[in-house]
């Protein structure tokens, strides 16, 4: 255990994972309360055929990844505007594309090989120090943006009808808002893989209500569970030989069952 905490590529997972997981568990607690908590499943699955493009273009696929996942997050709420598409219509629709493009792009490609699999089930041991600093930027951005914008998104979130009687541009703070989470969800993928970054953001913002009361309570519980999470995950995956990813991820479960069950007993 002495020698787990002076690993270099330990220290910059525990680092590059707990930015990521505070990020995504903020940004979390405002679309889970806005039923749009599928949208990360959904930019993770689009996602996955952006890295396909990348793998068949035989470049590093993360810049590209991050621009056409924000372009689809647009696309989301474009659908949603403009069409009679409700929300997690237009969330399938876009997942569905990008996983059918994977599939093609990689078929045409080199195949599903080591590079595609590691970006499907992340691995966060393999995180280096830029990616670590890029986690440390888009962390601070979220964690800015929530504190200099809240009372403007508590309102969006909670009454969008009142929102626009008080001037607010609710369509840019909607744009605004997903845009994070697609940059979010881009850079997660590095830390548990396509197939799981959309857990980071669901699972710490439902535990955290379970727990907490008022909003600014919530927003610390889920960022605190993040943290949590993703440092029980990692020292599992360590101690049982584990993939990383996927500990994290049933840490957050093992949290929310247990937030869960005592929030039961509470009301008895």
């Known amino acids: 255990m002495a020698e787990f905490w002076h690993l270099g590529f330990m220290q910059r997972a525990l680092i590059a994972g707990a930015l990521i997981a505070v990020a ?6 405002f679309l889970v309360l806005r039923r749009l908590s599928l949208i990360g499943e959904g930019l993770a699955h689009f996602a996955f055929g952006t890295i396909g493009l ?5 470049i590093y696929p993360f810049p590209l990844t991050l621009v056409l996942v924000v372009i689809a997050s647009w696309g989301i709420l474009y659908l949603m505007d403009k069409t009679n598409v409700y929300a997690d219509a237009a969330i399938g629709l876009v997942s569905a594309l990008g996983v059918a493009l994977g599939v093609i792009l ?3 490609g080199r195949g599903f090989n080591v590079d595609l699999f590691s970006y499907l089930f992340g691995d966060i041991l393999a ?5 670590a600093w890029i986690a440390g930027g888009l962390s601070l951005a979220v964690t800015a943006t929530v504190a200099l914008f809240y009372h403007d ?3 969006v979130t909670f009454d969008e009808e009142f929102a626009r009687t ?26 548990v893989g396509t197939l799981l970054v959309a857990s980071l953001m669901i699972f710490p913002a439902v535990t955290a209500l379970q727990l907490a009361r008022g909003f600014k309570a919530v927003l610390l519980a889920a960022a605190g569970t993040a943290l949590v999470s993703v440092a029980a995950g990692i020292l599992l995956s360590y101690v049982l030989d584990l993939p990383a990813g996927a500990s994290i991820v049933l840490a957050n479960f093992v949290l929310f069952l247990g937030a869960a069950s005592w929030r039961l007993i509470a009301r008895r």
């Open 24 to 29: 995504c568990s903020l940004l979390g607690v």
């Open 54 to 58: 990348g793998l068949l273009l035989n």
């Open 106 to 108: 990689a078929s045409k």
């Open 127 to 131: 995180v280096t120090p830029g990616e």
């Open 153 to 155: 998104l508590l309102a």
């Open 166 to 191: 008080q001037g607010l541009s609710v369509r840019r703070l909607n744009q605004f808002l997903v845009t994070l989470t697609a940059l979010t969800i881009a850079l997660g993928i590095r830390v």
